[in-house]
């Protein structure tokens, strides 16, 4: 007897995902494809509108963590606030990423448990392209769950999906004029200076970011740990010589970045050049430095 088939694709409100969704529905129409964004209720509010955005290309995108469910606050019974203090007050990091699985994996997990006990196989297609290599960001759960990589599979590459978003009628984001990727406002991916333009373009949401380090028990081995790491609050990035000297160094970074440019592609500009959407290549990361595609893509 054929399976039944659930096509699933998850959208971060990064520029990969929305591109490969597009991409899916203009090469493989045939395919009902069900959209989902699994909504943290810390994002951007650059990344929620231009879900919106996408939906209206796309159709409807299912809201994981539905802002139905809201309290007070409007983010549902899990706030972080709540998971942060279930978590012993210890900020997730790169080494303990506990916020994943709880704020994104496992919303995806009970959603696809529905389509898992009516009898279907899940295929989940993923914006992993044709130019990465093998990712060992990429977080899985035990399901009957199909990854598929259209991008790979059809060899499309970095260069394409601006024209794939475009000839769509979307720019990038917004966020990416100062930001480099999707994901919570106070994400420990973040560089530096993506921590100063938060400061500068949303205080509200810095200022939230700064409270959740203060949460009794936040130490490791006796230190007190921050979201940009050990010894580094975030109230250090108030002081404007901090300030100053991180804009500096990442100044000094674009600037040797865009001469390597020219000097590989013998150009005499840096057309295709994008700061904030070139960061991890400025600052010497893999793409995504790290980060699970789930989050960013
Ligand atoms: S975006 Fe960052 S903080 Fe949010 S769940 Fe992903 S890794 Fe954690």
């Known amino acids: ?29 045939e395919l009902d494809v069900e959209y989902f964004f699994t909504d943290t209720g810390y994002e951007l509010p650059e990344t929620n509108a231009f879900i919106d ?32 203090k279930e978590h012993g007050n210890y900020l997730p ?20 448990d ?18 990465e290599p093998n990712r ?7 399901k009957p769950i199909k990854s598929i990589f259209p991008f790979r599979e059809d060899g499309i590459v970095k260069s394409d999906i601006e024209n794939i978003l475009q000839r769509n009628g979307l720019e990038l984001p917004e966020y990416y ?10 994400c420990f991916y973040q560089q530096k200076i993506e921590w ?39 109230e250090t990035l108030e002081d404007p010589s901090v300030q100053q000297r991180i804009t500096e160094n990442h100044e000094k970074r674009v600037a040797r970045f865009k001469k390597k440019k020219r000097r590989n592609a013998l150009l005499t500009d840096t057309e295709g050049f994008c700061e904030f959407g070139d960061l991890d290549e400025i600052y010497d990361e893999a793409e995504g430095g790290g980060a699970c595609v789930t989050c960013y893509k």
Not at 8 to 25: F, I
Not at 98 to 111: A, G, S
Not at 177 to 184: D, L, P, Y
């Open 114 to 131: 529905g389509f898992i006990a009516e009898g279907y196989v899940i295929k989940n297609y993923v914006g992993i392209r044709a130019d």
């Open 196 to 234: 100063l333009k938060l400061m500068e373009k949303h205080p509200d949401l810095f200022e939230e970011a700064k409270t959740f380090e203060k949460g009794e028990g936040n130490t490791t081995v006796g230190e007190k740990f921050y979201w940009m790491g050990q010894g580094q609050p975030l």
């Open 136 to 142: 060992s960001g990429f977080m899985t759960i035990e």
């Open 1 to 29: 007897m054929t399976k039944k088939v659930k096509h699933v694709l998850g959208l971060s409100g990064g520029k990969d995902s929305s591109a490969l969704a597009l991409y899916v529905k203009e090469t493989r129409p």
């Open 177 to 186: 004029q100062w930001r480099s990727r999707s994901g919570c406002t106070f």
């Open 53 to 84: 955005q996408l939906e209206e290309k796309l159709g409807y995108i299912h809201r994981l963590n539905d802002r139905s469910l809201n309290n007070m606050e409007g983010r549902g019974e899990r706030t972080f606030s709540n998971l942060l």
């Open 93 to 112: 990091s790169q080494r303990d990423r506990w916020c994943t699985v709880q704020m994104k994996l496992k919303p995806f997990e009970k959603w696809v």
